[in-house]
């Protein structure tokens, strides 16, 4: 029997893809349903032509991640490894595309204007708002973002391992059911039956006076009685 790999040192890691599909499929709609949704309300509520494209680039990601959160959620329920397995490449990608956003973000987050920055806090804030609280508000939203991004991509490897590990479970599972089979070899003799020692036509054992009970130097055999 193949024991069940483990994640969170107690829980099996079926339950952890189940899950994680469950939440992907979910969670993957609903914030790409949303950045659609911000897309279509352009010509009411116009956003920044950086957070336009980081939209775009987050719908496409998450659409594309709750697609195959499917495939990951069924082949949990049937055990199909190539199920599980288009998952785990699909959190893969869906983490790669996701540092490469995440990048760009905190990129245009860091390039944008302090000066601005604290003005749009002053505009938007309370009326005794203080540019030493707005600059201070600022920078630790930078921080913010940084450790909320970091967190996520940690978050997103760990999930990866999961799955892969239940990709690895099933694998092994597979095997159990269908074990190798192995053929035993034939041994092939050229040349004819295989001489002994006793065979060979120079062993001296072998040559004519050199048996048992033969007379050595003229002597009957009988006489050594």
């Not at 952890?16 to 969670?27: D, E, K, P, R, T």
């Not at 352009?42 to 987050?58: G, M, Y």
């Not at 590990?165 to 039956?193: F, M, N, S, W």
Request: aromatic share 10%; proline share 5%; net charge neutral.
């Amino acid at each position: 029997m193949v024991h069940s790999r483990k994640f969170c040192c107690c829980l099996p890691v079926r339950f952890g893809v189940f899950v994680l599909s469950l939440v992907a499929m979910l969670g993957g709609g609903f914030v790409a349903a949303y950045g659609y949704i911000q897309i279509a309300r352009q010509n009411t509520a116009p956003l920044a032509h950086d957070d336009l494209v980081a939209v775009w680039i987050q719908s496409v990601m998450f659409t594309f991640l709750a697609a195959l959160a499917v495939f990951g959620f069924f082949g949990c329920l049937i055990k199909n490894r190539r199920m599980v397995s288009g998952f785990a490449i699909a959190l893969a990608i869906h983490l790669g595309l996701s540092v490469a956003a995440g990048i760009y973000a905190l990129v245009s987050l860091f390039k944008q204007d302090p000066q601005q920055a604290i003005a749009n806090c002053m505009a938007g804030g309370a009326p005794d708002a203080t540019t030493d609280a707005c600059r201070t508000t600022v920078n630790v939203m930078k921080g913010v973002a940084v450790a909320i991004y970091v967190v996520t991509w940690l978050v997103q490897l760990y999930a990866y391992f999961i799955v892969e590990r239940y990709v690895d479970q099933l694998d092994d599972e597979e095997h159990e059911k269908h074990p190798a089979v192995v053929v035993p070899q034939t041994v092939i003799q050229v040349g004819g039956p295989m001489a002994t020692t006793y065979q060979q036509p120079h062993y001296p054992f072998t040559a004519p006076g050199q048996a048992m009970g033969t007379p050595r130097g003229g002597r009957d055999a009988s006489n050594n009685v």
